[in-house]
């Protein structure tokens, strides 16, 4: 059974930054596509940031890029999102996903397997 869970959200203010985990169990994840989106209230899920299987790769949405990075710890089986230079408009629930999806598809949220709860991220400006 695959389970992921997020943590590390929280109130911060403008400008601030914070690190987001996703502990993974029933996947490896350096054989799966790993990604974070996210969803304030009232809009569709949006992709953040994802990283190939191999870790050959990385890919943000371009209203993150240069301030967000993701990456993987193996060892732990996990999935960090940290996020620097944050805005009020990064608010919203965050979620780490799992998918087999080809790399042209990475963006899209109807191709993920499997979601975690989502972590809270409030910025306040």
């Known amino acids: 059974q695959v389970q992921l869970v997020e943590s590390g959200g929280e109130l911060v203010q403008t400008g601030g930054s914070l690190r987001l985990s996703c502990a993974a169990s029933?996947?490896?994840?350096?054989?799966?596509?790993m990604a974070w989106f996210r969803q304030a209230p009232g809009k569709e899920r949006e992709f953040v940031a994802a990283i190939r299987w191999s870790g050959s790769s990385t890919h943000y949405a371009d209203s993150v890029k240069g301030r967000f990075a993701i990456s993987r710890d193996n060892a732990k089986n996990t999935v960090y999102l940290q996020m620097n230079s944050l805005k009020p408009e990064d608010t919203a629930v965050y979620y780490c996903?799992?998918?087999?999806?080809?790399?042209?598809?990475?963006?899209?949220?109807?191709?993920?397997?499997?979601w975690g709860q989502g972590t809270q991220v409030t910025v306040s400006s």
């Open positions: 996903g799992s998918t087999n999806a080809v790399l042209s598809a990475i963006r899209s949220a109807n191709m993920y397997n499997h």
């Open positions: 029933g996947l490896t994840v350096s054989r799966t596509n």
